[in-house]
């Protein structure tokens, strides 16, 4: 048995609202401000606006050009950092208690005078631009970016950045989009550390509960009309000569945080794929020798949970690993169901190491973040534990069935195709040529 912590939650008069998970171990204060608008809402032509925008706000504010702002904070024994993900836009800071009103002063003009100079652009954009070629050369990001465009078509996920926008975007584009999207009527405070929330709540209410709600309607994120559908299992090959490894990559579309079978669903995950003991590392790894290791999980977010399961392996093993992967993803629903003993030590794992995540503020702040942000019940996260031990094996191999269904798998390989071509064709499953940005393309 085992107590989570509550964390103490408030808003400015503003409305802007406020979490605080307290730690009183250390002298720390970790603030992070959250808005609930990342990638998915770049305009069509500027994939990548988003997490450009953020990038730039801490390269001029107010008065500090980027090395002064770094240099300020460097004074305070502080740090500051922004960016945006596909859900969230995030400006955050850390800071010893003492320093703490100072660096809130900071975080502030970050948000408010963000100056987005010409100068720091050009050279970001040259940095992105180096990034995404060198994306284009590495096997495993490759299998990432060209999965993404497969299984999203083109939105969401698979938006994906381009030589072409990096080159348009202006420091205009992204004062639109800053205007638009980092407004308080959505955002979050998350604060852990050494501070409650009766100390806290003074302080930003200093700095920003004069911030005026936009008044408009917040966006709406994606629903799941705007993905694919996949009628049949198909296997796409993005050639890389030369490669001494092969990539592997097999997909699906699962259920979602805070469905009645997540927690059984997340069980089978980890007697086939989700941890070191999993039936496919075992497989691959230690039995066969073919990898460093091979992991199963699920990618979640405003859309169905997305299950992957993941290998790079070498060269010649390319097709038998493949064909073992998707045999221990078919064993619990053929001749090999879960057991008793799987089941159990899965969920000991589990039940052993999750409080142990709570060491750090940050993790119940993300936790609570995802509930706000997804719109999870209120026992989500206190309910874990219990549901997980519930778990039995008819409920386990029943959430491995209702979910994986092995006629509709999509599989991403990155290797060369000159040598393993010919024997993934064997396997039985179409294979479609595509390139890096997952466009087919003809072989």
Request: hydrophobic share 40%; aromatic share 6%.
């Amino acid at each position: 048995p085992w107590e989570l912590p509550s964390p103490a939650t408030g808003e400015l008069s503003n409305g802007l609202d406020v979490v605080v998970v307290e730690n009183h171990e250390v002298p720390m204060v970790y603030v992070r401000l959250v808005f609930p608008e990342g990638g998915w809402s770049d305009p069509d032509d500027l994939p990548g606006l988003a997490s450009v925008t953020m990038d730039m706000l801490d390269e001029g504010a107010g008065d500090w050009d980027a090395a002064g702002l770094s240099a300020a904070l460097r004074r305070l024994g502080a740090n500051l950092g922004t960016g945006a993900g596909i859900d969230t836009a995030t400006v955050s800071a850390s800071c010893l208690r003492d320093q703490l009103e100072a660096t809130l002063d900071i975080l502030a003009t970050v948000v408010f005078e963000p100056t987005f100079p010409e100068d720091a652009w050009a050279v970001l954009r040259e940095q992105r631009l180096a990034e995404l070629a060198a994306v284009r050369n590495d096997p495993r990001r490759i299998a990432h970016r060209a999965s993404s465009a497969i299984l999203y078509g083109g939105q969401y996920l698979g938006h994906l950045d381009s030589e072409a926008a990096y080159r348009a975007m202006s420091p205009d584009d992204m004062r639109a989009w800053a205007a638009e999207h980092l407004v308080p009527d959505r955002a979050t405070f998350l604060v852990g550390g050494d501070v409650t929330l009766d100390e806290v709540k003074p302080l930003l209410e200093a700095r920003f509960g004069d911030w005026k709600p936009s008044g408009e309607p917040a966006p709406e994120p994606p629903d799941e009309s705007a993905l694919p559908t996949f009628d049949s299992a198909t296997l796409y090959l993005v050639d890389k000569p030369g490669a001494a490894q092969s990539v592997l990559r097999v997909h699906e579309f699962v259920g979602r945080r805070g469905d009645p079978d997540e927690a059984a669903f997340s069980m089978a995950n980890r007697v086939v794929g989700g941890q070191f003991t999993a039936r496919i590392n075992m497989n691959l790894r230690e039995d066969k020798g073919w990898t460093y290791g091979a992991r199963s999980t699920v990618q979640h977010n405003h859309l169905p949970g997305l299950w992957i399961a993941s290998s790079s392996v070498v060269a010649e093993a390319t097709a038998p690993a493949l064909s073992e992967m998707l045999a221990e993803i078919r064993g619990p629903l053929e001749d090999r169901p879960i057991t008793e003993a799987e089941l159990d030590a899965a969920r000991n794992g589990w039940l052993g190491s999750f409080p142990l995540q709570f060491e750090q503020p940050g993790t119940l702040l993300r936790y609570t973040l995802m509930q706000r942000l997804y719109d999870l019940p209120d026992d989500w996260l206190p309910g874990m534990p219990d549901r997980v031990r519930a778990v039995d094996t008819d409920a386990a191999n029943a959430a491995w069935a209702a979910h994986i269904h092995p006629d509709r798998l999509q599989v991403v390989v990155v290797g060369d195709a000159a040598r393993v071509g010919e024997e993934l064709a064997g396997l039985g499953l179409p294979v479609v040529r595509v390139d890096a940005d997952g466009q087919p393309v003809e072989p």
